[in-house]
């Protein structure tokens, strides 16, 4: 039996990968290598599990149906799925709505269907795991946010991509009884991060003396999750199917934060002392799609999960920033 993860060149993707290897599951990673940043940091992460031999690797774009039809026939040992792949960015949803629709609608849609086509076939699909986003709290103002909250209104165009997989998800699990699992990441960082997220960004500029743009004037908070964290919340949810708990249909959401919000000038702080260098504020005023604060009630997924968060900003962000050294030397 195998693992098939999607976004498996991805910042997310890659570590899930590792931890699904380092307990000797056989793992089918996908990616269609796209070009939103740049595919070398995709092939390098690639190049850091591509070498054990219970990773197989196949550059498949899963918005397109077609490309998912030859995995059952290739891979018939697929019994679990984490979907991770998707189209990132609440600042490039603006702009570039239709290939959110394309990867985040139409894949999500792809993905179910051939989670549909396992349910019907000898070896019965145990679990879907795909991931979600504190972005479809919105403009929810009741701290810290529950599962159990309305997400009725998104204020991106991204963030109503992550809603409407998740009633996707929610109408196939009732149809076809998929057990499923919807996870809401909030702000994931560490080694291996994207260059489109602020502690990528932020650090090149502070390290190359140049202007980082703080937005909302500095006046904003974030729940900052280091990337184990969120791993060992992703293996958690795989390792519990919603069928265990008697679900009806088999369908939960469960958030994976921190649980302990901090101050965007304070966390800039943090990235100055791993740096050794202070940074060039430049404050600007808040930007479209953005929100003043995130904040993870992670109650339902310590209780079902096991979920525990450990990692602060002032241990996970000095191990970013080496690992950035690292890789640009």
């Known amino acids: 039996m195998s693992v098939l993860v999607t976004g498996a060149a991805g910042f997310i993707g890659m570590h899930t990968i590792k931890a699904l290897l380092e307990r000797d599951e056989q793992v089918i990673g996908i990616d269609n290598i796209n070009d939103y940043y740049d595919p070398a940091l995709k092939y390098a992460r690639l190049a850091q599990i591509n070498n054990d031999t219970n990773f197989y690797f196949e550059k498949v774009d899963f918005s397109k ?6 995995l059952n026939k290739k891979h018939p040992e697929i019994d679990r799925i984490i979907h991770l792949g998707a189209q990132a960015g609440v600042r490039y949803s603006i702009d570039h709505p239709n290939q959110y629709v394309q990867s985040n609608l139409c894949g999500q849609l792809n993905i179910l269907e051939f989670c ?16 979600s986003s504190s972005s479809v709290y919105g403009s929810n103002t009741k701290i810290p946010f529950s599962e159990n909250d309305n997400t009725d209104r998104p204020v991106s165009f991204y963030g109503a991509t992550k809603k409407a997989g998740e009633i ?11 057990p499923s699992i ?29 202007p980082i743009r703080v937005f909302n004037e500095g006046q904003m908070m ?14 958690g949810a795989l390792d519990t199917p919603p069928k265990t708990l008697n679900e009806t249909p088999p369908h939960r959401i469960y958030n994976l934060g921190n649980n302990k919000p901090v101050s965007l000038m304070e966390y800039i702080n943090v990235i100055e002392k791993a740096c050794k260098k202070k940074a ?6 808040m930007q479209p799609g953005d929100v003043i604060k995130t904040y993870a009630n992670t109650r339902e997924s310590e209780q079902a999960l096991g979920y525990a968060p450990t990692t602060s900003i002032d241990v996970g962000i000095p191990k970013f920033v080496d690992w950035y050294l690292s890789y640009h030397s």
């Open 168 to 178: 996707m998800a929610q109408s196939y699990s009732h149809l076809y009884q998929i």
């Open 222 to 235: 974030r729940d900052f999750t280091f990337i184990e964290d969120i791993v060992s919340g992703i293996i």
């Open 116 to 131: 549909r086509s396992k349910m019907i076939t000898p070896h019965t699909l145990k679990n879907f795991i795909y991931a």
């Open 65 to 70: 149906q077609t490309s998912l039809n030859f």
């Open 280 to 285: 060039i504020i430049d404050l600007q005023p």
């Open 182 to 210: 919807g996870l809401r990441f909030f702000t994931v960082y560490g080694p291996w991060g994207r260059p489109d997220m602020s502690p990528y960004i932020f650090t090149k500029s502070i390290l190359n003396d140049l």
